[in-house]
């Protein structure tokens, strides 16, 4: 499409509009938002434990209440059509629906899901389906969890159960939300769920990972809904060198390598990056050719969270890698990530060009400001309508430039806990009292009401 058709004169505005049927929604995921981690017959995750480990949650938070969204799950598909979004991006906890992580299944966790998945095609809107998004059940983590190689039987089993009784309503599947979180910061940095601080697990949790979701995708396949597509999400930081130094460039190519092509490699190529395994040595795990062919299963889309990038140096002797990043001048959000919408556009067009032009989503995008209501119970979130604004004439740019974007999910429908930070960190374009659970549709929220309306952006 040509930058003309884009740019369309509508009245004194310039519009930016986006192709017909772009799939405009927000993103949540079931730890962060469903709260009764165990009602229902539900097991722990590893969340669960996680959180009500002291000291590993700022304030000691846990996901017990969240957004109360396992009850209130009704008014927040009401709030969902008054936002006018077309798809909504949600996750399904696995210890909900097999408490054991495998064998019985509970119905009453089954049933919460199909009766979500009704109300949103009831609403007209299209459900997104993560099947896992870091709510692992505490009774697999008891065997491993994601270390263990047998983890990818169990995730297979566990997603043919949902492609067999959801796979009717719903179309679109993602198997895993950003792998590479999961295994760099739950099993090596330990700053995530299952707290673990161990190289050679956590090496082996990127495998098994990348395994578990090859061989859910081929069970997809062997569902035969040709209706369906299925994809997974994974995060990027595109990374900058702090200097044109030698040295700084093979740092910001080492965490390139890591961030960004750690998973993406193995699912579009059937290959590990090169300067990763060589860069972990013998402390890579040995890979099965026939894992490869797993792996690369063909997918239909493929999901990317992006929130900002990273300036990186030589650091000799720091963190993995031997980088650090260094903090940019600039405006930054309170996660203290910079603002950097160019990011976007650089992005998509490096998978575009690189990785075949795959149909793509923005699986998450956003930011978190510190948010409060004025006295008339408006909350005047401007800065995060200004975050969204520049990013999405990113999109807009890529589109043009031949990306085939195809939707775009806000990160977050609503304020939720935002992992060891508890409910500190506001990312919704709704606002919820954690007291009362009031709702409060924020300025940004209301904005991209209008978005979605017009299917553009007014200049
Ligand atoms: C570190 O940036 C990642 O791409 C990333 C950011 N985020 C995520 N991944 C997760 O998918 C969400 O659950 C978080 O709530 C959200 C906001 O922190």
């Not at 229902?40 to 002291?54: E, L, V």
């Not at 179309?171 to 161990?198: F, K, S």
């Not at 963190?319 to 998509?348: C, D, K, N, S």
Request: charged fraction near 20%.
């Amino acid at each position: 499409m040509g930058v003309g058709k884009a740019l369309t004169q509508k009245g004194s505005e310039r519009m930016r509009q986006f192709p017909q049927g772009f799939l405009w929604g927000c993103a949540t995921a079931s730890y962060q938002i469903e709260g009764s981690p165990l009602s229902d017959g539900a097991g722990p995750s590893i969340w669960h434990r996680f959180s009500h480990t002291p000291g590993n949650v700022l304030g000691g938070d846990t996901g017990d209440v969240a957004c109360d969204h396992y009850r209130r799950w009704r008014d927040d598909v009401v709030l969902m059509r008054e936002l006018g979004i077309r798809a909504y991006r949600f996750s399904i906890a696995w210890p909900r629906v097999l408490p054991e992580g495998r064998g019985a299944v509970n119905e009453n966790g089954l049933a919460f899901y199909g009766r979500l998945v009704d109300a949103l095609l009831e609403a007209d809107i299209i459900p997104f389906v993560t099947l896992y998004h870091w709510d692992l059940p505490g009774s697999l983590q008891d065997l491993g969890g994601w270390a263990n190689r047998d983890v990818a039987g169990w995730f297979a089993d566990y997603a043919d159960v949902l492609f067999g009784r959801l796979g009717d309503r719903v179309h679109h599947w993602i198997t895993l939300n950003e792998p590479w979180c999961v295994a760099h910061l739950g099993y090596i940095l330990g700053q995530h769920a299952p707290g673990m601080r161990d190289l050679w697990a956590g090496l082996r949790a990127v495998h098994n990972l990348l395994l578990a979701h090859g061989r859910a995708v081929l069970a997809f396949r062997q569902r035969n809904m040709p209706e369906g597509r299925i994809g997974i999400t994974l995060n990027f930081r595109p990374p900058h060198p702090g200097s044109q130094s030698e040295q700084d460039r093979a740092a910001a190519r080492r965490a390139h390598a890591y961030h960004n092509r750690l998973f993406l490699d193995p699912i579009f190529t059937g290959r590990y990056p090169d300067p990763i395994v060589q860069w972990f040595k013998d402390s890579w795990p040995e890979t099965l050719q026939s894992d490869q062919d797993v792996i690369r299963a063909p997918i239909d889309f493929l999901g990317v969270n992006y929130y900002t990038r990273n300036v990186v140096v030589h650091a000799p002797g720091t963190g993995l890698l031997h980088t650090r990043v260094i903090r940019q001048p600039g405006p930054h959000t309170a996660m203290g990530w910079e603002i950097y919408p160019e990011g976007l556009f650089e992005l998509l067009l490096w998978i575009h060009q690189a990785y075949g032009s795959p149909v793509l989503y923005i699986t998450e995008n956003g930011a978190a400001f510190e948010d409060r209501p004025d006295p008339s119970g408006t909350v005047r979130d401007t800065d995060r309508l200004d975050y969204l604004r520049q990013h999405f004439v990113q999109a807009h740019r890529a589109i043009q430039e031949g990306v085939r974007l195809q939707g775009y999910f806000v990160w977050s429908l609503m304020d939720n806990f935002e992992w060891a930070h508890g409910y500190s960190k506001r990312f919704g374009i709704v606002y919820v009292d954690f007291g009362s659970q009031k709702r409060t549709i924020k300025q940004s929220g209301h904005w991209y009401c209008g978005v979605i309306a017009r299917n553009g952006l007014e200049n």
